[in-house]
């Protein structure tokens, strides 16, 4: 059972992690404090993980449990199923962001030719699917990966 340090501690430093990038979002500041804000941000990350791991060694928190527990009985499975599903969520991810790049290279030019002549709309939606269809295989590979597992 966790105690309220464990579930309130994190929620507040997440808040004033979050605290500097507010104006940011916002769109009231500079480049130069935006960059600023956003270091802040990550080393405050980094410093709230640490920091919470200290806190669950302090407590004597095990990932595995006591003895007998029901979490060792949940905890089943070979290195090779865990890489697995750690590939099949790589196929996916990646597959995803690559999608991402391309539409987002594609769908602008698309829209500016088809401005500029209604004729070359069919050419260039093809452009923009075939970046979509990245993703879509990636998705395909991923399924096949947990098939198999």
Do not use: C
Request: charge should be neutral; proline fraction near 2%.
């Amino acid at each position: 059972m966790l105690t309220w340090m464990e579930l309130v501690l994190p929620l507040i430093l997440i808040v004033l992690i979050s605290l500097p990038l507010i104006n940011v979002f916002r769109g009231k500041t500079t480049a130069k404090t935006a960059k600023s804000r956003l270091i802040t941000h990550i080393a405050s990350f980094f410093a709230v993980i640490a920091l919470v791991l200290v806190v669950q060694l302090f407590n004597g928190f095990s990932v595995f449990g006591a003895e007998g527990d029901v979490v060792e009985d949940l905890m089943t499975g070979t290195l090779a199923q865990g890489l697995g599903f750690l590939s099949a969520a790589l196929a996916t991810g990646m597959s995803a962001l690559g999608a991402g790049i391309a539409v987002a290279a594609a769908a602008p030019a698309a829209i500016g030719a088809f401005s500029e002549n209604e004729k070359n709309f069919g050419k260039s939606l093809i452009f923009v699917a075939l970046g979509e269809g990245v993703a879509i295989y990636g998705l395909l590979i991923s399924i096949l990966i947990i098939n198999q597992l």
